[in-house]
Structure formats: C-alpha cells, structure tokens
C-alpha cells in the first residue's frame, strides 16, 4: 500500500530527525560540554564543535567503533516501532531537543514550494523501497 506523498514526506522528515537526535545524544553524553549554550564567540564554539566531531568520527573508526558505541547504542525501528538506543538512558533530559512549537500562522510561499519539491523528490527519484511501509 503506497503512502501519500504527504505521509511519505512526514516519515521522512521525522526519520532525519531521529538521526540528527542520535547523533547529537551521542555527542553531548560523551562530549559534556555540549550539553550547556556555549558561551564562546562564534567560531571558538565552532571550533569546539568540529573538535568533537572529529573525536567522534576518529572513534567510530577501527576496532573502537564496538567501544564507543555498541550495537544498541542509536535508535532503530522494528516493524515500524522506534527501539530507543542505550544513548536515551542517560537520565540527562538536555540530550534531546527541545519539541517542534507549531505555529498557527502560514507558512511562507517559499517554504510550501520547497516542502512540495521534497514530497515530489521523496516519493519519486529519491524514494527508499522502506518508506511505503511506514508511512
């Protein structure tokens, strides 16, 4: 059963989410200092945050990668259910982002044109053979 194009661009959108959540979760329980604003100048937090990435991705790599983040580590999905991933257990609340606020005005032309090239796009040429399933 084929999902609409408006489902299919939901799923994904929330899936890309998810991802950006992992990632960051991960990030800020191994690199604390990202779980406070960082009071620096632009591009000494820029800094900051490049430093963690490339530790981040020089642990990934290699025989450390099963160290640093076990099998479990990210979120997954099973059956179109979301598995936490052990990252979530921290017990910090601030490894998460803050929910999405919904704005009860319309959104710009320009905002509705790009969100309709990306349900065309998503339902399209770059279609996953997953995305009908769960959306």
Same mark, same amino acid.
């Given at each position: 059963?084929?999902? *609409?194009?408006?489902?299919?661009? @939901? ?5 890309? =989410? /998810?991802?950006?959540? @992992? $990632? ?7 690199? /604390?200092?990202? /779980? ?9 937090? /820029?800094?900051?945050?490049?430093? *963690? ?13 099963q160290i640093?983040?076990?099998?479990? *580590?990210f979120d ?11 990252? #979530? ?12 606020? =919904?704005?009860? #005005?319309?959104?710009?032309?320009? $905002?509705?044109?790009?969100? @309709? ?19």
């Amino acid at each position: 059963d084929k999902g *609409t194009p408006e489902r299919i661009f @939901n799923y994904r959108l929330s899936r890309a =989410r /998810r991802i950006v959540e @992992n $990632a960051f979760g991960i990030l800020s329980a191994v690199f /604390r200092v990202l /779980r406070k604003p960082l009071l620096l100048e632009p591009e000494k937090a /820029r800094l900051v945050v490049l430093t *963690t990435l490339y530790l981040h991705n020089f642990l990934r790599s290699g025989n450390s990668n099963q160290i640093y983040t076990p099998p479990g *580590t990210f979120d997954s999905e099973e059956d179109g259910l979301l598995i936490e991933g052990t990252w #979530r257990r921290d017990g910090n609340p601030e490894n998460s982002f803050l929910p999405i606020r =919904r704005l009860p #005005r319309k959104s710009p032309l320009n $905002a509705q044109q790009i969100r @309709n090239e990306l349900a065309e796009y998503f339902s399209s040429n770059g279609a996953v053979s997953f995305q009908d399933k769960y959306a």
